[in-house]
């Protein structure tokens, strides 16, 4: 091996991106932010008909650290993309009928670890002096008394474990990052993608437009959705189906007219063949109803949401297709796939977002030259394939934890087979009272707690590491940090999701 | 449904897995258990050779309320920050130290950094960037500060001691503490007839000693886990071919050096492992391809002082128990695995074992998804440090039959992606459970000659001209940084020089 680096010569000189929507502009922003220098000239092709798929969606937390990178101040992000608070989501009926449970974001607890607080809390139960979980939480407890305040930086108070996200419109979003992109040189081409063109390596040479132009690059990012017109229509890279584990495979959408104050948290409604949201928006709510198509025609589930809409429907209604899953390898020679072109884990939990961040995260740190060798995005691949599967494993608890079993969806869910992972899990939590946290987790342990609390598959046993306390030690110390918790809490002010201007105001020090 | 709680645990073996597992339960567990029993026998030696650990004893230490300074005159110890490595890169010594090559720029690890400049017709050595080698390469130590930020607080250290008076150290507070010590000889293990479990442990003198919780610390013997309940064992010696060790001890010379030296030679390495009173000193070897008289003639001719005694033998297979908790008993320390010491990763071992029993401790149900999770642990902690070693190996430039058949020999696929890896593009690939961080692998792959082929795209995006004003800066600072702290030697001589 040489020891001479050869990169001069064999630096990305032009980066092409194939799509627009949210993940083709997160890319163009990001990529756009990253490579300041002009070195490398960066193109996104999309055409004018394919608005984004322009559902009101939910983030999580990371959202943020994602703004941060691009320099993008809340509050212009916030206008733009008409964002309100997400502190968590909120689970109605999931369990059973008329059951209820908080996933807030963040950790449990303040000052003390997640194993000790996780396993206290088991034991408190276990001995019949349990308390809501969530009011263990700064988030939780923040959701559930529907209060927030964008923490100061360097908050050392209990708040500084507040943790939130936002929902937003994806298609507003999309227009934001793309001004934001273009401000900084992207090229926008608008025309249709084609395919593609090979050369005799098996890379990408250009992108073809229907109207015969073509796209010429060093690399290519393909955000062309589930049609993943490059990664699989001209690379083959093969997609490795997930729905018998995430039935569901359609929504529709419709905001509708304000249904009032509302928390600052996604509202999950399980129904007959799947679940419905509402989302708080600035003016009003977003709706949608993901469904299983085997168990529901697209017109019963039209139907259904429309009958349980809160207000009046502002538009019409959209439906949405899609089929959970991964492709099997992500990024092939000169291409990586990002969005829906790289996988899908369905709407619960908004993973859809945070992945597309994740894998800009992962490319920056892998960052190819014209050489792209297998290696790197062998390593791409490796770590994208363990992040999908852990998270896909959290989303199908929910599902098969649900103890619903009056409809056909709920009891095809109840006797699904676990993938391996997720059985390994979900019996070492029953039996022994411990999260197992693999690598390249999305959901922390925190997050895992409360779905098993929420579908109340609980442990055998505690963890034994709180028995280090004497009882009374431990139960001075743990009512000590929840009165923390619900002081910091309770100097928040009283808010409603969209209420931008409350947050900021309060002059909390 | 859960069972009852344990009330008596029983480890087999002194030693200081032994030692370190009663010195540990009973502060961790002993106000929930009736009783701690140690079962050693007077007539068995341990193998106790001067050893040297990784940073991480320093918590298990604390976690035992020891007193580091105690600690450290109690066991004739010194203070390591890293490892010197001779002879393994025919072109030039290298040192695996416990610290980092200075913060990311921009995203950008330090030593892509480092490459960058290097490309740039830079050339400094990235040994220049870290503060353990500069310190270790000038003979002093100090313990780091605790802010973080600063230089100085950057690092870490391990201990060079004597493992029989560490042993001996954690004997006499355990027994403080109320583990019962029992002198006397296995000769049979006891089972439960309904389900195998193990009931007691018979000596030889007829007493029977039972208990609830096993802990097998009796060695390379296995007595418990491999002897009575089969565990099996992973074979790994296809991978770390070396099967024996010649260990002696010698006089010192001058101050002890704070850090671990290796010395490849033909058929193997040489550890000097620098206690306060006397040098350890081993070869380990691959006695397929060299003689045992070869093999001790070899250490003893690069002794640096007068050998006290005559090398004393060591036999082993590099591998791991399957399972090494099985029904009621848990091994630890050489009865659950070997691995040579080449990265001084043996106690560290014993530590994270007792650590994950404590975390999964069962009750007398002994819920078999608790060892089901403890060995899915142990066996990546196992993997990474064995792929780990396994890289001083296969990546080393020396010529010779061992060191030919370790370049040609299939790598487990893990390890092959990394080297891949990093020669493509400078990045660490990083498992689950690793036992060492980017800035050791960077260490061995640069220190061994690995090279990337480019190094990072993102560093070319770091101005040049500054980026060279802050690594010249940093190298600076470091430099200024080892200088001002105490020789080594002098430290020791303050703080905590051995009374015997």
Request: include cysteine; charged fraction near 25%.
């Amino acid at each position: 091996m040489s020891e001479i680096a050869q990169n001069a010569t064999r630096r990305l000189r032009s980066i092409v991106i194939a799509g627009g929507g949210t993940p083709g502009w997160m890319a163009a922003a990001a990529l756009s932010r990253v490579i300041a220098d002009g070195s490398c000239a960066i193109t996104l092709v999309e055409s004018n008909a394919a608005h984004a798929v322009g559902v009101e969606g939910g983030s999580l937390p990371s959202l943020r650290a994602f703004h941060g990178l691009l320099g993008i101040e809340e509050r212009d992000f916030v206008s733009a993309a008409r964002a309100t608070i997400k502190l968590g989501v909120r689970f109605r009926d999931w369990r059973t009928i008329g059951d209820t449970f908080l996933h807030p974001f963040g950790s449990y607890g303040v000052d003390i670890n997640h194993d000790l607080i996780q396993a206290y809390w088991l034991k408190c139960r276990q001995e019949g002096r349990g308390s809501p979980l969530e009011e263990w939480s700064v988030t939780g407890l923040a959701a559930s008394l529907g209060r927030f305040g964008v923490p100061p930086p360097k908050d050392s108070s209990a708040l500084r474990h507040l943790s939130y996200a936002y929902h937003l419109d994806a298609t507003l979003y999309s227009r934001f990052l793309r001004a934001y992109a273009e401000q900084r040189g992207v090229r926008r081409i608008e025309g249709d993608v084609a395919g593609a063109t090979i050369d005799t390596r098996g890379r990408i040479e250009s992108l073809r437009l229907a109207d015969g132009r073509a796209i010429g690059g060093d690399f290519f990012v393909d955000c062309s959705g589930d049609d993943a017109l490059i990664i699989a229509g001209a690379l083959q890279s093969g997609y490795e189906d997930w729905s018998q584990w995430l039935p569901c495979d359609r929504a529709v959408t419709a905001p509708c007219a304000g249904a009032g104050h509302v928390a600052p948290v996604t509202l999950v409604t399980a129904c007959e063949a799947g679940w419905q949201w509402r989302i708080p928006l600035q003016h009003g709510a977003g709706n949608g109803y993901a469904y299983s198509s085997a168990h529901l025609s697209d017109g019963e589930a039209a139907a259904r949401l429309l009958e349980r809409l809160e207000g009046a429907p502002l538009a019409e209604l959209r439906l949405l297709r899609f089929r959970a899953g991964r492709r099997t390898q992500a990024w092939v020679g000169n291409c990586l796939a990002l969005g829906s072109a790289a996988g899908f884990l369905g709407l619960l939990e908004s993973t859809g977002m945070h992945l597309v961040q994740t894998g800009l995260g992962r490319l920056f740190g892998l960052f190819p030259d014209r050489d792209f060798d297998p290696a790197v995005s062998a390593e791409y691949n490796r770590l994208t394939a363990l992040e999908y599967q852990r998270a896909r494993d959290f989303l199908i608890l929910h599902y098969a934890g649900s103890e619903r079993d009056e409809a056909p969806f709920w009891r095809q869910c109840r006797g699904m087979e676990l993938p391996e992972t997720l059985a390994y899990k979900r019996d070492l939590f029953t039996r022994t009272g411990r999260i197992a946290a693999l690598e390249e987790e999305t959901f922390p342990p925190g997050s895992w707690l409360a779905i098993y609390a929420g579908l109340r598959l609980w442990p055998q046993r505690h963890e034994p590491v709180v028995d280090i306390f004497t009882p009374g030690a431990a139960a001075a110390r743990f009512e000590a940090m929840r009165q923390k918790i619900r002081a910091a809490v309770e100097t928040l002010p009283v808010v409603a999701s969209g209420d931008w201007e409350r947050y900021h105001s309060s002059s909390r020090e | 449904m859960a069972g009852s709680a344990i009330r008596r645990i029983v480890i087999v073996g002194g030693g200081s897995a032994g030692w370190m597992a009663a010195a540990a339960l009973s502060v961790v567990v002993g106000r929930r258990v009736d009783e701690i029993v140690l079962v050693e026998s007077s007539d068995i030696g341990t193998i106790g050779v001067g050893e040297a650990t990784l940073p991480t004893l320093r918590n298990f230490n604390a976690m035992l309320g020891l007193d580091e300074i105690e600690f450290v005159r109690r066991t004739q110890g010194t203070f390591k920050l890293g490892i010197e490595f001779q002879g393994w890169n025919p072109r030039r010594t290298f040192f695996h130290g416990f610290s980092d090559f200075g913060p990311d720029v921009r995203g950008v690890s330090p030593h892509q950094l480092w490459l960058k400049m290097r490309a740039a017709g830079d050339e400094s050595s990235y040994a220049d960037y870290s503060i353990a080698t500069a310190a270790a390469a000038l003979g002093r130590f100090g313990p780091p500060l605790a802010d973080r930020s600063s230089v100085l607080g950057s690092y870490s250290y391990a201990f060079q001691f004597d493992a029989t008076a560490y042993a001996a150290y954690l004997r006499t507070l355990a027994e403080q503490r109320g583990v019962k010590r029992i002198d006397g000889r296995i000769v049979e293990v006891r089972l439960r007839p309904d389900d195998g479990f193990i009931d007691a442990v018979l000596l030889q003198d007829g007493r029977a000693v039972s208990g609830d919780l096993f802990i097998d610390c009796s060695g390379f013997a296995a007595l418990l886990i491999e002897r009575t309940l089969h565990a099996g064992f992973e074979d790994w010696s296809r991978w770390l071919p070396c099967d024996r060790a010649l260990a002696v001890a010698c006089a010192p010379t001058g101050e002890p050096a704070a850090f671990t030296r290796s010395t490849a030679h033909r058929a193997g390495w040489q550890w000097r492992i620098p206690l306060q009173q006397r040098t350890g000193n081993g070869h380990v070897f691959c006695s397929s391809r060299i003689s045992e008289d070869e093999a001790a003639a070899t250490l003893l001719a690069n002794l640096d002082g007068e050998a006290l005694g005559a090398p004393r033998l060591l036999r082993f297979t590099a591998g791991r128990r399957r399972e090494s908790w099985k029904r009621n008993c848990v091994a630890l320390g050489l009865a659950g695995g070997f691995l040579e010491p080449l990265e001084s990763t043996s106690i560290h071992l014993v530590e994270s074992g007792i650590g994950r029993l404590v975390e999964l401790f069962p009750d007398q149900g002994f819920e078999p998804k608790l060892a089901e999770e403890y060995n899915r642990l142990m066996a990546r902690s196992y993997e990474s440090i064995r792929d780990f070693i396994i890289l001083h190996y296969c990546a080393c430039g020396r010529e010779g039959e061992l060191w030919d058949y370790c370049r040609k020999m299939p790598l487990p696929d893990g390890l092959r992606h990394q080297i891949e890896l990093f020669e493509a593009s400078g990045v660490v690939a990083l498992y689950d459970s690793g036992a060492f961080a980017e800035p050791s692998w960077v260490s061995l792959f640069l220190g061994l000659g690995v090279f990337p082929r480019r190094h990072d795209p993102m560093a070319d995006l770091i101005e040049e001209a500054g980026l060279s004003r802050e690594l010249q800066r940093r190298a600076r600072i470091v430099s200024g940084a080892a200088q001002s702290l105490p020789k080594h030697g002098t430290f020791i001589d303050t703080h905590c020089r051995a009374t015997a």
